[in-house]
């Protein structure tokens, strides 16, 4: 496994070597020791609405089974993982008082407890504290749920950040559009997609229209620990964010939060509500993007920022594509990072070897 150090001066520093994305090795080692080390997104709470609930799921880039469980208003997020020879427990969602797996009967309680075992009143010093399910640690912010292998980062810290932004919006009241959403399936790593993200110096050059509605001499990165922020300016006072006057940014011309978490979750807020974007890495030479869009105000549906967003996708997708066809060039190497408009691809790249070296 190469070792890869990124200058902490942005002035100074080179980016990732295109060796980077082209290893098998590398790409293997992204996901042991980034993925399963951060938090992803499971959904929202509607995933498991009703008492009883259970849904199994795993996140791309894990092999890791897990299942969410409501039982009464608690909800948790156990291995989907039978404790006693491994056997998958739930296949689909549905409503059910316990888990029991159809391989030897073995049962357990919605909150993961051990319940009962046929055949094993001979075994001596049964039930121990391992043979309940394992529970994982699940943060929920709004309606939306987050998790983690158990080696994650302080997630409340990035929750934080972006509550002090758009938690005026009341969010439990953002819901679901489902016909709004769509995967996107792209030949190229998943970490060129997010370079791509991390930096508003393309849009003049790959968008034409989300340019015509953004002021881009005023386009601005703000980075936290384990996320940054793009604020997009609107070029008038129209379709804007409508703050408070108590919010930091009260008398702005906001079109758009930009929020990139560490390692490929995208939370874009508009006046209309929110668009999510996560980059699942298939392979290091494919990427599934999968959009989610929550509507807080319909009537600001389909103008300024937040529009167009297939279109906008689309353009990023060949830019993305043609990097990643450069990047099997025997030429190339590595180039050099914009103080002004590339801060956040520098500071996702020192994530990536900070993550990767330890």
């Known amino acids: 496994m190469p070792k890869y150090e990124i200058h902490p001066e942005i002035e100074y520093a080179e980016t990732l070597p295109s060796s980077f994305y082209r290893s098998s090795v590398v790409f293997e080692s992204l996901l042991e020791k980034v993925f399963a080390k951060s938090w992803q997104f499971v959904g929202d709470q509607s995933l498991a609405l009703e008492g009883g609930a259970v849904f199994p799921f795993k996140f791309e880039g894990t092999d890791e089974p897990m299942i969410l469980c409501r039982q009464g208003d608690e909800l948790r997020i156990l291995s989907n993982v039978c404790t006693h020879r491994g056997n998958i427990l739930c296949h689909h969602s549905t409503k059910a008082r316990n888990i029991t797996c159809a391989y030897h009967g073995r049962r357990f309680g919605l909150d993961g407890k051990f319940q009962h075992m046929p055949q094993f009143k001979a075994t001596k010093n049964f039930p121990r504290p391992a043979d309940d399910l394992h529970e994982f640690p699940m943060l929920k912010w ?80 703000v980075l936290f620990k384990h996320a940054n922020l793009q604020i997009g300016y609107a070029d008038g006072d129209e379709h804007v964010f409508e703050f408070p006057e108590n919010h930091e940014d009260y008398g702005k011309s906001i079109a758009a939060y930009y929020f990139w978490v560490f390692p490929n979750m995208m939370f874009n807020f508009y006046p209309w509500g929110l668009s999510i974007n996560i980059v699942r890495p298939i392979s290091k030479e494919e990427t599934k993007v999968s959009f989610i869009s929550y509507v807080y105000d319909e009537t600001k549906l389909d103008v300024g920022a937040g529009t167009g967003l297939d279109k906008v996708e689309q353009e990023d997708e060949a830019v993305v594509e043609g990097v990643h066809q450069g990047m099997k060039s025997s030429i190339y190497n590595t180039g050099r990072y914009s103080p002004e408009m590339e801060k956040g691809v520098h500071h996702f790249h020192r994530l990536l070897t900070e993550f990767l070296n330890a």
């Open 142 to 221: 709004g309606p939306w749920l987050f998790a983690s292998l158990g080696h994650a980062y302080d997630f409340k810290d990035v929750i934080a950040a972006m509550e002090r932004k758009v938690g005026y919006m009341s969010l439990d009241k953002f819901k679901l559009h489902a016909n709004r959403g769509k995967d996107y399936h792209i030949n190229a790593h998943w970490a060129l997609y997010c370079d791509n993200y991390l930096e508003g110096f393309h849009i003049p050059f790959v968008h034409a229209d989300l340019n015509a509605t953004l002021d881009y001499g005023n386009y601005e990165t």
